[in-house]
């Protein structure tokens, strides 16, 4: 399954695992469409668990998975849910971090109750025989007791468009998919030849869902996640960048976070400099309508070169949006889906930040990105 999320990290301890929740059942009876994982921003925000972020954050997304005894059918090499990540699928952690279960009446009678100060809310499948079904019992609930818009990050086996239109006329607003891999090589070395027990998933399979879904959805209200730091090069990610661009489909960048124990948990985070590049690239291509020829790459598909004009390039950093969260906004184009934590720990400096950078992120940012050493100016008129 895909990278996602809003977590925050719950720290261990007494009690760690005590459900906040009243009237729980026995472990084995739950799950989905009764029970829920959230997020443990989403737990904070909505009162199941008490904690504090490490600066102060109203964060309004909440993000939902689906919970089921089995787990997820797929095998990502780099994912927490992973089938053959060592663990009960329960107890495991989701970017690092865990995901407390709780009863879905209970969460929607709380987001009814919270919703003036949500932004957006997710419902994140899993590959499951399961999911569709109750991916709509649990849209439908939500949907008659809540207004806040509603994704579904799909898990893209499970579906096809007669499917994907029936999340339409339930009141989805928009479909994330999970594309992680950028390219058709890696996304097979990771996501499709899986070690025996998995469910290898389809490169094409993924790429029809997001066709049809854009075909359902209409213009910027699909989604897909991409993964900085899983092997491509920054060829490969300006590729899709534009790819997705011309087809009205945001690119929501994620930074590669190492799951201990997941086939890559011993995989490094792409290097701050590459990361901060890419969210500017990105910005500068879905925002302000770079191309390829704006990009120049060396041998190896490494960002060499970016050629603008000075006034378009700094007014995009100085800006301060491009190095925020990715995410689907809220009602009125605001930050919806914040992630706080997603792709780094809280005692590390932010990757994207929640919230617009403030001049000291401002000036660490100008450091990281180094723009000097690739920058070519007043090229683009
Ligand atoms: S960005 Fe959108 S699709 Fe992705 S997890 Fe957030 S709300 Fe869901």
Same mark, same amino acid.
């Given at each position: 399954m895909t990278d996602l999320g809003a977590p925050v990290e719950l720290r261990a301890g007494p009690g760690r695992r005590e459900l906040t929740v009243t009237g729980e059942g026995p472990a084995a009876a739950r799950v989905s469409p009764d029970w829920v994982r959230i997020s443990g921003a989403s737990a904070m925000a909505l009162r199941f668990r008490s904690g504090r972020f490490g600066r102060e954050l109203a964060s309004g997304g909440i993000n939902l998975l689906l919970n089921y005894e089995e787990g997820c059918r797929s095998d990502c090499a780099y994912c927490g849910l992973a089938r053959t990540r060592p663990g009960d699928y329960e107890d495991k952690s989701f970017i690092r971090v865990e995901w407390p279960l709780v009863r879905t009446d209970e969460l929607v009678e709380r987001m009814a109750r919270a919703e003036d100060r949500l932004t957006r809310l997710c419902i994140s499948m899993v590959t499951s025989p399961l999911a569709y079904r109750h991916t709509c019992v649990i849209t439908e609930q939500i949907r008659s007791a809540v207004r806040t818009p509603l994704s579904i990050l799909v898990a893209p086996p499970t579906l096809n468009r007669a499917k994907l239109e029936q999340f339409h006329e339930l009141g989805v607003d928009m479909i994330g998919v999970?594309?992680?891999?950028?390219?058709e090589e890696l996304f097979r070395s990771l996501r499709t030849e899986v070690p025996a027990g998995g469910a290898g998933l389809s490169w094409t399979k993924y790429w029809s869902v997001v066709d049809d879904a854009r075909d359902v959805?209409?213009?910027?209200k699909v989604n897909c996640h991409t993964l900085v730091g899983l092997g491509e090069t920054d060829r490969d990610l300006v590729e899709t960048f534009v790819r997705l661009r011309e087809r009205e489909i945001f690119s929501y960048l994620f930074c590669f976070n190492p799951e201990p124990d997941s086939r890559l948990g011993g995989r490094p985070k792409s290097p701050l400099r590459r990361w901060r590049r890419m969210q500017l690239v990105k910005h500068l291509i879905e925002s302000?309508?770079?191309? !390829? *020829?704006?990009f120049g790459f060396d041998a190896a598909g490494n960002l060499e070169l970016l050629r603008g004009t000075t006034s378009e390039v700094e007014a995009a950093v100085a800006d301060g949006v491009a190095f925020m969260t990715n995410g689907c906004p809220g009602e009125?184009?605001?930050?919806?889906?914040?992630?706080?934590y997603g792709s780094y720990r809280?005692?590390?400096?932010? !990757? *994207?930040?929640?919230f617009r950078p403030e001049p000291g992120d401002m000036r660490a940012i100008l450091d990281e990105l180094a723009l000097d050493d690739i920058f070519e100016r007043e090229v683009r008129a």
């Open positions: 999970g594309l992680d891999a950028v390219t959805f209409g213009p910027w302000a309508g770079y191309d !390829r *020829d704006n009125q184009g605001e930050p919806g889906c914040t992630r706080p809280p005692s590390e400096q932010f !990757r *994207d930040f929640p």
